[in-house]
């Protein structure tokens, strides 16, 4: 065989091409398990971390079903459909048009108190962000909050992840009575007192502003559900407020 011919040369490139392709086919299919488990595993570490349970990945696995009682499918009126809401597909869902979208709503139980959590989904500046927001059984205060990023700007938009952002988000209130207000991170820092935002990252206003918009966007199409549940709730909480004056007073006679 003649290795100085062109034939050769287009012979041997492509023999190497399909070697290499079936070898790189090969890994990932024998990989795909593993990948498949190891983002089953952070997105249970991070909706456990959105109610304040920080564990690794591993450890999520085993903890997810002790503080994760309920795994809800809503739809735009806000009622409850068939299905999990682990496995639905948020990027896919923001696509469709409201009425034909899945709501995912995961309820949690963390040392006796009720906690709802809700998967986000937006835009930043270079590619999508995402994350899951918890509320108290009020559904009104936020218990945790957790976000993450795709391709932001790294020490600007890339904050999103971090602590010092999400943190200020606890105990924040997403009702002005029962006027719906969402949170807002601003540019320049929240004023003292407001309960409806949180500082932006500077140098990364336009994923803060994504942040923004991520959360109204998705928190108001849970707002049939919370007006649906909320009459129970309020009951419930009026109660609970009784037991507590009733075991204070018992405490002082005793």
Request: hydrophobic fraction near 40%; avoid cysteine.
């Amino acid at each position: 065989m003649d290795v100085n011919k062109n034939s050769y040369t287009i012979g041997f490139a492509t023999i190497m091409v399909i070697i290499v392709a079936a070898l790189l086919s090969s890994a990932a299919i024998g990989l795909k398990p593993f990948q498949s488990k190891n983002i089953e595993q952070e997105k249970k570490q991070n909706i456990l971390k959105s109610v304040g349970v920080e564990v690794s990945r591993e450890q999520a696995e085993i903890d997810y079903s002790t503080y994760i009682k309920d795994e809800l499918v809503l739809n735009h009126l806000g009622e409850i459909q068939e299905g999990s809401a682990f496995n639905i597909d948020l990027s896919k869902e923001v696509r469709k048009d409201v009425k034909d979208q899945s709501f995912p709503l995961y309820v949690a139980d963390v040392e006796g108190e009720i906690r709802y959590i809700i998967p986000l989904r937006g835009k930043g500046l270079w590619g999508p962000i995402w994350g899951f927001i918890s509320l108290e059984k009020d559904l009104n205060t936020i218990s945790a909050a957790v976000f993450d990023h795709k391709a932001e700007t790294p020490g600007l938009g890339a904050e999103i992840n971090r602590d010092f952002f999400q943190d200020p988000f606890a105990g924040k209130t997403i009702f002005d009575g029962e006027e719906f207000k969402s949170i807002k991170v601003i540019k320049g820092g929240a004023k003292e007192g407001d309960k409806h935002g949180v500082d932006g990252i500077s140098g990364g206003t336009i994923t803060s502003d994504g942040v923004t918009d991520m959360i109204f966007e998705r928190l108001s199409k849970y707002l049939p559900y919370f007006n649906n549940v909320k009459p129970a709730i309020e009951v419930d909480l009026v109660f609970s407020a009784m037991d507590s004056v009733v075991t204070v007073n018992d405490s002082i006679i005793n």
